[in-house]
């Protein structure tokens, strides 16, 4: 069994900070996991994504994340936000390799971007 | 870059009609997937293909079927929509993933359907 964790269902933040979006997970396999992004209106796009090659995964647009396996998490940050980052951000996690039926999604993270 | 392409964008239907909502992908990926998404409810899984005329039920099949011909290509039909069936609906596809790499999902941009 797997499960997803989204820490914060709205993150708020000002043009220029930093953005951390909280993600834990469980999976009794050594899971994949991923970050998506979504625009209104619009379909997910992939961030980044960690498959054990190397805990800090980096990804487009400046975001970065970091597998912590002890803490189980894997928490997604930029340094500076922009306002064209302002969206919807889903965690994902893949449990069984070649396994098209175990992806569990979180339930989502709004960011905001104040000017 | 891999495309998931879905037609239509924007739907209008009435109670009681049948409706196809068709997807390709140009990157022959094994894996299709249709989901749909509602406030609060976050992403679910409705079916998925892991090859042609394959198919399996996700978390919530009912009221809805699936066509895969080719491999390019699935489509999800409405037998007969409902107002309740009114929501974002994301196809996406996939390889099948036997290392380590993982199974990237790359989604469409969604097709919105309203039931009146």
Redesign the interface.
Known sequence: AQSVTQLDSHVSVSEGTPVLLRCNYSSSYSP?L?W?VQHP??????LL?????ATLVKGINGFEAEFKKSETSFHLTKPSAHMSDAAEY?C?V?GV?????Q?T????TQLTVLP | DVKVTQSSRYLVKRTGEKVFLECVQDMDHENMFWYRQDPGLGLRLIYFSYDVKMKEKGDIPEGYSVSREKKERFSLILESASTNQTSMYLCASSYTSTGTSGNTIYFGEGSWLTVV
Do not use: D, E, I
Not at chain 1, 105 to 108: I, T
């Open positions: 994949s991923f998506y209106n619009k379909g997910l796009q992939l994504k960690y498959t054990s090659a889903f994902v893949s390799w070649g396994s098209a039926r992806l999604f979180g339930s989502g």
